[in-house]
């Protein structure tokens, strides 16, 4: 009943930018957070960085003053630009929704990853 589309990865040369998108859609009651993690090869998934229905921010130090996270709510959309891209950005990059269902029970959905490649 709820999906998340994700969207904006692929190749860039290092410091290049991409923005990646997330849109929550179906039926919920309402969004505790959205966020961004990413998973590279041989490594455990990571958290990027995430923003509450408050507005509240929180980022990797590895990614701080380069990356920002920002959102529409009336179009239940996240957004992650990246800017200053480097080689060790490489990853899969997965879109994370925490929410409370219309029956009041929360849940955590992600979305299937899109790839981001930073190489000359």
């Known amino acids: 009943q709820v999906q998340l589309v994700e969207s904006g990865g692929g190749l860039v040369q290092p410091g290049g930018s991409l923005r990646l998108s997330c849109t929550a859609s179906?039926?919920?009651?309402?969004?505790?957070?959205m966020g961004w993690y990413r998973q590279a090869p041989g490594k455990q998934r990571e958290l990027v960085t995430t923003?509450?229905?408050?507005?509240?921010?929180n980022y990797a130090d590895s990614v701080k003053g380069r990356f920002a996270i920002s959102r529409d709510n009336a179009k239940n959309t996240v957004y992650l630009q990246m800017n200053s891209l480097k080689p060790e950005d490489t990853a899969v990059y997965y879109c994370?929704?925490?929410?409370?269902?219309?029956?009041?029970?929360?849940?955590?959905?992600w979305g299937q990853g899109t790839q981001v490649t930073v190489s000359s």
């Open positions: 923003i509450t229905s408050g507005g509240s921010t």
């Open positions: 179906g039926s919920f009651f309402s969004i505790k957070a």
């Open positions: 994370y929704l925490d929410l409370v269902s219309r029956t009041y029970i929360r849940n955590d959905y």
